[in-house]
């Protein structure tokens, strides 16, 4: 299936914005919605099986807090607070499968983040001083 | 540049004739077609990608999806699944690339001679390095100048120094760099002398063509020999393409066997002996800044571990790519992200020992490369050297990126417990790689290679393979400069 889900897309927000609340450290918040061109890129570049991959990592953060201690329901059931303190502690797992699908999903929230152009602005600057 | 057809705007099936096809347009690609054209041979370009966005893309994302294949997500499999990087656009990989220019080692070539003599004779020594002589003055290729190196390459430099190993700026073909830190998106300012800027604008003033969006499925071939190719544009629509005189393949070492494998050629070892350079990064903490999104994207190198078979560089990214490279998930990330100017990222890469295989499944490459144990003591080895880097150039925190192992170093002595608490499990590590050889391997043995040493297939008359397809092994070093060395050697050939 060469396309997301409208839930997978939500998911995945959820999941890029538990993963940098940037806010609390006063950089400019995510505000990307289901129409952001990360998906675009996703659903038109990248292969099938790595779309079906995409989906298994998903599938993987969506359900694993259901079996932990303290959370006991689904990423995306729970509140902001407790996604972000899930994906922190998940970030500790030695296991392969939630730790490379965490740091997929963290290559994919920075290419996201920075396609925001107010979340570019603050860092960028050539070597010689222009705008770049 | 302009491709003089673009296939995304062709809405009709198209037929196209010249004396020499040539399938790919990254380096080796343009450099066959190139020296080909300046003998006055008629070339014809076909390119699966398009042309660069002109002007180039701010974000990654967008310079990535436009210019990656698969958005840098293929991936081999094995016991560590490996994502490797590879362009798809007009000029190929030296669009995406560092720019890094390095000579064939001689060593390697010594290498390549024990194991089979005859290639000594085509691809001397002396003959590889006067074409790359001439290929480093087209191209500008220089070290880095200190100008626009910035803090991230000269404390790598700094760094090196102080532990007394072999350093030095990195070479690249660019001209008029200023350091914007985005070769890795296509320079936005045109200073990388990419293959789009420089090689195929020659080559179409001496009248080769070049057509974008255009992926070539089949060899055309007979019991005479190759005499064309047959895809589809990027408009759906279908292309064939005629050959009076040859088709020369330069669509990598993923790309060059699964066409042969999809056009019924399978003799020999074809898609075999894949190898590659794994690498893997570390991020360190400095007190003052180092701005590791500014200055030469790749400027500084150690070349002092080669023996080790490491290799040691400055990554520079996107902002994107750096966050994704910064220790921590949720709230850490975010006050990681707040002090990203005082971030630097090195990177290693391994001349590693393992062997894959390229495969078609579907006419889709399915890759399979496992490394090997002595592959991951390099890896667990290239850890502390890049440790022993970090602390070097003053660092005051560094993160070694390895589950289970202490997320933090703050002192040259915790190195040591690198080698007693890493175990060499391939899954402990995070690693990518961008440097892929040897599918259609050159050699006078028809069983072990499947091209001869003069570039033609060994069945297949008049059908060439021309890039990093070729080469008997990895190199150990960054593969541009070599890959456009042997190209040029073939086309000599070929051109008689």
Known sequence: MRKLRPRERALMLLVMDAMLPAEEAGLPRFHLDENAIIFDALERSTSVSFLMGLRAMLATIEHLPRIRAGYRARFS??????????????????????????????????????????????????????AA | MIPDIDGRNEHAPLRLASEFIVVGSGPAGATAALRLARRGARV???????????????????????LYRELGTSVAFGNLPMPYLQGRALGGTSVINGAISWRLPKRVAEEWYAVDPALEEVLSYEAITRVTEEIEKELSIAPTRPDVAHKKNLRMAKGAERLGIGHRPIARNVSGCIGSGRCLQGCPHGAKLSMDRSYLPEAQKLGARVVSG????????????????????????????????????????????????ESGLRAGPVGEYFSAHPGL???????????????????????GFLEERIKLEVLGFDLGLILSRLPGHGRTLAENLRRLDHYAIYGAALRAHAKGRVRSRGGRAEVRYSLEPRDLASARRAVRRLGELFFAAGAREVYPGIPGFRSVLRSEEELSAIER????????????????????????????????????????????????????????????????????????????
């Open chain 2, 214 to 261: 255009a992926k070539v499925a089949r060899i055309l071939h007979d019991s005479r020999g190759a005499y064309g190719v047959r895809g589809m544009l990027l408009s759906g629509e279908r292309f064939e393409a005629r050959a009076a005189h040859g088709v020369i393949l330069a669509a990598s070492a993923i790309g060059t066997p699964l066409l042969l494998l």
């Open chain 1, 77 to 130: 059931k729970l509140d902001r607070q407790k996604r972000v303190r899930f994906l922190e502690e998940l970030g500790q797992s030695e296991r392969y499968l939630p730790r490379q699908s965490l740091e997929t999903m963290k290559l994919f929230t920075g290419l996201a983040y920075f396609d925001q152009t107010d979340a570019r602005e603050p860092f960028l600057k050539d070597a010689l001083g222009g």
């Open chain 2, 44 to 66: 014809l370009i076909l390119e699966e990608g398009e042309a660069p966005p002109d002007p180039a893309e701010p974000s990654a994302l967008r310079a990535m999806s436009a």
């Open chain 2, 281 to 303: 990064s570390m991020t360190a903490l400095f007190d003052e800044p180092i701005e590791p999104q500014r200055g030469a994207t790749q400027g500084h190198e150690v070349y």
């Open chain 2, 421 to 496: 608490e890493i175990p060499l499990d391939a899954k402990r590590f995070t690693m990518s790689m961008t440097h892929l050889f040897g599918t259609a391997r050159i050699g006078s043995d028809a069983e072990k290679s499947v091209v001869s040493p003069r570039f033609e297939h060994h069945r297949v008359p008049r059908l060439f393979v021309v890039d990093s397809s070729v080469f008997p092994d990895n190199i150990g070093v960054n593969p541009q400069l070599p890959i456009m060395a042997l190209a040029a050697l073939a086309a000599e050939g070929i051109a008689g």
